[in-house]
């Protein structure tokens, strides 16, 4: 992958403008100009860049993050990350040609930038089969599946993950919390010209579906106010709109303190959640675009 520079401010004013313009509920301009708590917005250059060696641990601890406390080999599933570098980037700090003279001096080092601020790529499922972390992220999936999703919607998962007419990808887009969603857009935009030249390669990128799984929280309902919900990723709404079928599942016992970005002091703690989707693969060009006006909008503003 050409690394791809992408100048982002990594600043909770804007999670938090893309939110108040996504929620489809709205909310009031006195709730928007409440003050959150939080580190003050730094610019900070990052690069969407192919996964290599180093690069393991942080792409297992973003799996983590999603994976919270499952039984699933996260080192084998990063290393399929790796292993695939012509499709999918890991988001990095972008370095200049005088980082990169500093670093002559110790060969050692490898990679200048070890941080993985985060991950977006598509893993076969059906190609991968045979490997144990994959095994084990299908169990986990209909285990969760057969107690909180209904019959039809159990269904269609089993049909796409187990019928063996159906070829589905895990589609991952794991980050840390508060960086934009500005850096989905060059990420998933690359990812799709790399699938389109794997495919032209005879590689197994073609899917039916795509499996997603996505982080939000929850905070309960408070006399006239409605329940809010706050997504990790505020793209990823529009993920969840394209979907065909869904269920979630809490992870309030797996983890302690929820939170997602932005808090207040009078906040309530919010309650983690997972929503697993999923994606017919013919809507991601789509999806993508969406976003992409999303981003521009506000940044336009």
Known sequence: MTSKKLKVEADDDEEHRMEAKSDSDGSS??????????????????????????????????????????????????????????????????????????????????????????????????????????????????????????????????????????????LLNERFINIPAAVCVPMCENLLSEMERARSKGMPFTFDYYLMIVKYYQQAADGDKPAEILYSNDEEEYFIKDSCASFDYSVQKETTTALAGQWQKKDAELQPFRKVLLIEASKLPSIVSSIKSLVSSVTNK
Do not use: W
């Open 29 to 170: 301009d006195e709730e928007n100009e409440e003050a959150y708590e939080g580190d003050e917005g730094i610019t900070v250059d990052f690069e969407g860049r192919n996964p290599i060696d180093p690069d393991l641990d942080g792409i297992k601890q973003l799996l983590g993050q999603l994976f919270v406390k499952a039984h699933i080999d996260l080192t084998e599933l990063a290393g399929v990350v790796v292993a695939q570098n012509y499709v999918g980037s890991v988001l990095k700090q972008a370095y200049n040609d005088a980082d990169d003279d500093e670093e002559d001096e110790d060969t050692d080092m490898g990679d200048p930038c070890q941080v993985v601020f985060g991950v977006t790529t598509v893993i076969n499922l059906a190609n991968k089969q045979e490997l144990a972390c994959v095994r084990q992220l299908k169990k986990m999936i209909f285990e969760k599946a057969e107690k909180y999703a209904t019959e039809l919607v159990l269904q269609q998962f089993r049909e796409a993950l187990e019928g063996g007419s159906k070829t589905t990808g895990l």
